[in-house]
């Protein structure tokens, strides 16, 4: 059955915000783990929130951070996120398997269950912490539908958020990334995913990806250039605008 681009942009959407609820909660896992000033501040240089931080709390702290990104007024927030994840589920419920839209729907439930009291960074943390296996199993669930038009844009939303994120990560002081070449190989997914596309409609989404796969392969294994990862990003926010085009006409 052939997908309305309507539905495919929900799908897409879907798997950019599930990823991102992914790359988020495993980032502040891992800086609330380290705990020290410098750990602290990488989220919210990813996410660009140092600002709006700092409207709602007067200091750095685990305990603040861990606050931060469940409060509703932070717009980047995992409660943010797994809210569009759920809207997207909703949208396209009826193309996902009753088991796929039951667990996002339950994960979004239970998520707003244990955030609405102001618990303190022990319940914080444990909320954290059940939403990464949560969303691991997640995961595989969308790893195991047979509907091959709904992973073609979830997995695009997926690859386009990593890549996102890990560029983020390479911007910003302090970071670590495990390797230039998973930039690569996500790049080449990408590319696979939107080869099953028809190409008149999808040609200047193909090409942008074409591009931004050079450009990874040409970032320097053990120099960050500021001026390469830029360019990369620049290339990525191309191809994301040729995607919004066709999902819009």
Same mark, same amino acid.
């Given at each position: ?24 909660? +495993? ?9 020290? /000033? &410098?750990? %602290?501040?990488?989220? @919210?240089?990813?996410?660009? =929130? ?98 091959? +038009? ?9 690859? /386009? &958020?990593? %890549?996102?994120?890990? @560029?983020?990560?390479?911007? =910003? ?77």
């Amino acid at each position: 059955m052939t997908l309305l681009l309507s539905t495919a942009a929900d799908l897409y959407w879907l798997g950019r915000y599930f990823g991102r609820s992914q790359e988020l909660v +495993d980032l502040l896992l891992t800086s609330l783990h380290d705990g020290s /000033i &410098e750990s %602290l501040g990488i989220p @919210l240089s990813i996410t660009g =929130t140092w600002q709006n931080f700092y409207q709602q709390f007067d200091k750095l702290s685990a305990e603040n951070l861990a606050a931060f990104f469940i409060t509703a007024t932070n717009p980047t927030s995992l409660t943010a996120c797994l809210e569009a994840t759920r809207a997207d589920a909703q949208a396209t419920r009826g193309r996902l398997s009753g088991e796929l839209w039951i667990a996002i729907n339950s994960a979004w439930l239970e998520w707003q269950e244990r955030t609405k009291q102001n618990g303190d960074f022990t319940d914080h943390l444990a909320s954290y912490q059940w939403l990464e296996s949560s969303l691991k199993d997640i995961a595989a669930m969308i790893e195991a539908s047979v509907d091959e +038009d709904i992973k073609h844009f979830v997995h695009a939303g997926l690859l /386009i &958020e990593a %890549l996102d994120n890990a @560029l983020r990560k390479l911007a =910003t002081p302090d970071t670590k990334f495990s390797s230039m070449a998973l930039l690569a190989q996500w790049a080449t997914a990408l590319r696979q995913e939107l080869t099953q596309l028809k190409v008149t409609v999808w040609q200047q989404s193909q090409h942008a990806c074409d591009d931004l796969l050079v450009v990874c392969q040409q970032l320097p294994e053990h120099n960050h250039d500021i001026s390469r990862i830029q360019e990369a990003q620049a290339t990525l926010q191309r191809l994301t605008y040729a995607l919004a085009d066709v999902f819009a006409s």
